[in-house]
């Protein structure tokens, strides 16, 4: 009997001790998920705004006054004087749209309920985007009906002209240019 006394106090003890270590340990991983969370907020490289009903800033991280033009600070400023795009933004059924800011592009995702935007850049990415398009190569076969027809009996000088005439309008991507001969 005195052993299962024993026995009872000794698991008790324990899991009083384990208890208290536990607590100990989730407080000090809440202290350092909220120490990291803080720290990520104002330093990630996404630019985040919370606005009002009235469409007025009410807060904004470190990282987005950066992006604004170096403005002292946009607390208290409206959303149009970011960009003018954000209003037909938040204005759409769209939750997300492409803008461009002092020459780069940002991705600005809206979060309607919570009255947030966050800003991403995604410059590089447009950048390839247009490169890749830029450099699709593209082949074609013309055949020009009638040529060898209509050529015949013109001087060597028109013929030439018409040629380069020709090569010119098929370089341009067929684009019209006016030719008198």
Do not use: H
């Amino acid at each position: 009997m005195f052993c299962l006394l024993l026995s009872i106090v000794w698991f008790l003890r324990n899991e009083a001790q384990f208890d208290k270590e536990l607590k100990a340990y989730i407080a000090k991983l809440s202290y350092r998920l909220k120490k990291v969370g803080d720290e990520a907020l104002l330093n990630m490289p996404i630019g985040i705004v919370l606005y009002d009903e009235a469409r007025q800033i009410e807060w904004v991280n470190p990282y987005m006054n950066g992006l604004a033009g170096g403005m002292e600070s946009l607390v208290g400023k409206q959303l149009n004087e970011i960009n003018d795009k954000l209003m037909p933004l938040i204005d759409s059924d769209a939750g997300m749209r492409v803008i461009k800011m002092d020459k780069r592009y940002y991705s600005v995702t809206l979060k309607r309920t919570e009255r947030l935007l966050y800003f991403t850049d995604v410059t590089d990415l447009i950048e390839i985007k247009r490169r890749y398009y830029n450099e699709q190569a593209v082949f074609a076969i013309i055949y020009l009906d009638n040529y060898d027809e209509v050529t015949q009996g013109m001087e060597d000088q028109v013929r030439s002209t018409l040629n380069n005439v020709t090569t010119s309008i098929i370089k341009k991507g067929g684009q019209p240019i006016m030719v008198f001969i």
